[in-house]
């Protein structure tokens, strides 16, 4: 076997990793395609041997899986894709020759957990879905009952019904025994992983147990829930990052993230950053849509002042948010601001190091051809929702280009 070549046919995550998803289903990672009852819960030991020993034999006899597809269209397509993300932080972290060494070797636990604990969360964003989102789910359901209009996006969001798996203490109990035995990286997402309960057991358990000081902990969340007693239990882990879901600053942030409110949220991003003690960092993702279109130097000086980095979250579904259907003259708008950004990026200011690559991407994104015309439904859309969260799309700037 030739391991100089390995990096172009194999993915860490097959050997390392484990993603169990919103419905308690496990994966080989957040873009692996989800297999029908492939459940976590009496389903774990099937699918980390008899499943993935099949697809690694498929890999590392060059072999693309079907599994796997989204990496590698991806990859066909000339971009950045997961697996190839992974591979470049094992080889960052001097974690690569180690692995190929024991890929031959059996794992009885994963090293690396991504737990994605239901659709539980206190905000109702403007771009989410009720399978991502209670207070969407919510919001839906209210509109579909009063109006008859049915905001799914597709049919499987329709008949979306969230159960409670990630409370059960057999779910619980699961990954403390992963924990226990050999566990390096520890990631929740949601919902809202803060409003979890399991979330505070099992960072407990790590911190009570020792386990703590040998975990990174990442943590995407929409900062809302963010506190004092927080950060002092991030102080026990090896290292943390938070992975904070900002769509724009101000009175953007408020009418998309609904109802967090942006004073409350920026104190909470400045407590993070000054937070003493605690080897943490803040990254920004930033989910790229119609109503955000002019906030990108608004996220760039974030970005700048918090020291972080920022990477765009390029939306496609719903179709009436999708930047590809916005009005031509925003679009100019927005790529004459990322214009001058970048002229600024031509000076090599030290603040922008970390925010080439997001501007790349956002600019790409708004380059592409319209794929429908979708305005209509746009305004309709945010109007409708605009009655229930008593806020008028009028208000933001982007409406000038729809009057």
Request: net charge negative; charged share 25%.
């Amino acid at each position: 076997m030739d391991k100089s070549k390995l990096d172009q046919i194999i993915c860490p995550a097959l050997w390392d990793h484990l993603c169990v998803n919103t419905m308690g289903k496990n994966r080989l990672c957040c873009n692996a395609v989800t297999q029908d009852n492939d459940r976590f819960i009496g389903g774990f030991d099937a699918h980390w041997n008899e499943l993935r020993d099949g697809i690694k034999e498929e890999m590392l006899a060059g072999g693309k899986p079907a599994i796997c597809q989204s990496c590698w269209k991806k990859e066909d397509a000339g971009i950045s894709s997961l697996r190839q993300s992974m591979i470049k932080t094992y080889k960052d972290n001097d974690r690569w020759d180690e692995f190929l060494d024991n890929i031959h070797k059996t794992k009885i636990y994963p090293v690396e957990l991504d737990l994605k604990l239901g659709n539980y969360c206190n905000l109702s964003c403007r771009m989410c879905s009720s399978y991502s989102s209670s207070g969407v789910a919510g919001e839906n359901k209210k509109i579909l009952k009063e109006t008859g209009v049915d905001l799914g996006i597709n049919d499987y969001e329709k008949k979306f019904v969230q159960d409670k798996w990630y409370l059960q203490d057999e779910f619980v109990d699961s990954i403390k025994d992963m924990i226990s035995n050999g566990l390096r990286h520890l990631k929740f997402t949601g919902g809202e992983p803060f409003m979890v309960p399991s979330v505070l057991k099992l960072i407990n358990f790590c911190i009570e147990n020792d386990y703590a000081k040998n975990i990174d902990l990442i943590i995407i969340t929409n900062v809302t829930l963010i506190d004092e007693k927080w950060i002092a239990r991030f102080k026990h882990f090896k290292f943390v990052n938070i992975n904070c879901s900002l769509d724009g600053i101000g009175h953007t942030f408020e009418y998309i993230r609904h109802p967090g409110k942006w004073t409350d949220v920026k104190q909470k991003l400045d407590n993070l950053s000054i937070a003493e003690d605690v080897s943490l960092s803040i990254n920004i993702t930033f989910t790229f849509q119609i109503y955000n279109m002019l906030e990108i130097r608004n996220m760039v000086n974030l970005s700048s002042e918090l020291n972080c980095n920022i990477n765009a979250i390029i939306l496609d579904t719903p179709p009436y948010l999708d930047v590809r259907n916005a009005p031509e003259a925003l679009k100019d708008a927005a790529l004459q601001m990322v214009d001058n950004i970048e002229a600024e990026f031509n000076e090599a200011a030290p603040r922008y190091k970390n925010q080439s690559a997001f501007i790349n991407n956002i600019k790409n994104a708004i380059k592409q051809e319209q794929n429908s015309d979708t305005t209509q439904q746009f305004i309709e859309v945010s109007r409708l929702k605009d009655k229930y969260k008593n806020q008028d799309i009028e208000t933001l700037e982007i409406w000038k280009y729809y009057e």
